[in-house]
Structures are given as C-alpha cells and as structure tokens.
C-alpha cells in the first residue's frame, strides 16, 4: 500500500492532472492583481501537489504594494492567492522627485508631481536614500511616518497637509497653515491630544493672525506668530 501511495503522489507530481490553470486573488486592486498574475506565471502548469507554496509568496512580496500574502492549493487546478495591500499615509519628497510612502515606512511607488494631493507630504533631506520596495532609512522620515500613522490609526481630527522632520525636530502643517512644533517624537499621542484640544480656538476668527502652536512640553503648549517652516529645502 505504500508503494501504492508514493506512486500515486509521484504520478499527481508529474501529471497535468493538478497543473495550476487559474489564479484567483482576493484582496487586490485591479492594477495589482495584474502584478500578481505576472509574479506567479512561471508557476502556471505546476503541479499543485508539489507547488513551493513559500517560493509563489516571495515572489509576491517582492511586490511593493504587497504587504502580506496566503497562498492556498484549490484542487484541482487552481491557485489561490490572498493579499493585504500597503496602506498610503503620505508622499514623501526630496526635491523635485516624489514617491508614495505607506505606514509600514515602506515606499510603493514614485510618483508623478501633483498627483495624490490628499495624502499629506513628507519632506526628505537630498542625503536620504529612498528605494521602491523597501523602508526609508533616515530618522527624520521614520518619525514622521510614524507620527502620521498614529494620526490614521487613532481617528483624530487633525489632518496635516505636510510634516518636516529636522534636526530631531518634527513639525506639522494643518490646512489652515499653522504649524504644530513638536519638538522630538516623544509623548506622541499626547502633544497630539493637547493639539487637537487647542487648534478650534486659534483657527477662530477671534483667535487673531496666530501661525504656530508648539506642543515640544505638552503640559505648556505656546502659540506664536513667527513661521520656521523649512519645506522643500
């Protein structure tokens, strides 16, 4: 019997009988599935019984808007492939070049200038290297992705149109153009609380020509007039 079934399973390996002819994929884009199709092609007409399951998911994680990948055998001819996408938090910017970063810290894609005007922007040194596929590696960038994803993650109300990290200084943008100085990334969710509480009084019309709300000592939060903003730099 047992060389019965080892017969068997070298048969179903060499065989066309299990050979992969379909793809079916759940949760991508139509532009991503046509990426996914691409990865796994040289695995069509595989047997599934034999398919290197870990071989088809690097080759999909290889992907930049790929953030994690399933793959399942759909006896008999089909493969089955489940993603979760990269989630866009911002577009990061170093002069005149221009990708979309995502919360992971990862880069998915350049970017055309102008395009994705409601993702807020990041503005990167010219010394930071920046690589489609994998994480930015400068300080300043992380913190503040870091920060944004907080934002996208806990529901405030603030919706900063850019941030600049500098020095170890963060600072952030609102669409009314008052900067919100940060100070280092510490006690995040906090100055983000106290910000929040703060920002609906100074965009007031009673609340005069007020330009910045430094948050740096969350416990004494100072408004000011004087602009420092050094984007695009």
Do not use: C
């Not at 071989?55 to 399933?70: D, F, K, N, W």
């Not at 995502?102 to 040194?125: C, E, Q």
């Not at 929040?196 to 019309?205: A, H, M, Q, V, W």
């Amino acid at each position: 019997m047992l060389a019965v079934v080892v017969g068997l399973y070298v048969l179903a390996l060499k065989s066309s009988l299990f050979a992969v002819e379909k793809v079916q994929i759940r949760g991508a884009t139509p532009a991503l599935s046509l990426q996914i199709r691409t990865a796994v092609k040289p695995f069509r007409g595989r047997s599934l019984v034999g398919l290197d399951k870990a071989g088809v998911e690097q080759a999909i994680l290889a992907i930049p808007e790929v953030r994690t990948v399933q793959v399942d055998r759909a006896f008999p001819n089909t493969l089955s492939v489940s993603v979760a996408r990269e989630h866009p938090v911002a577009v990061l910017r170093r002069g005149r070049d221009a990708w979309v970063i995502a919360t992971s810290g990862k880069v998915v894609r350049s970017l055309r200038r102008g395009r994705s005007r409601n993702l807020p922007r990041i503005w990167a040194p010219a010394s930071a290297a920046v690589v489609v596929g994998e994480p930015v590696a400068n300080f300043g960038v992380r913190t503040a992705v870091r920060v944004l994803a907080a934002l996208d993650d806990s529901g405030h109300s603030l919706h900063p149109t850019s941030v600049v990290a500098h020095d170890g200084e963060l600072t952030l943008t609102t669409g009314s153009n008052i900067e919100l100085r940060f100070g280092d990334a510490s006690q995040v969710a906090l100055k983000l609380a106290v910000a929040e509480k703060i920002l609906p009084d100074l965009t007031s019309p009673s609340a005069g020509s007020i330009a910045y709300l430094d948050v740096s000592v969350p416990d004494r939060p100072v408004g000011g007039t004087g602009l420092k903003s050094n984007q695009g730099r």
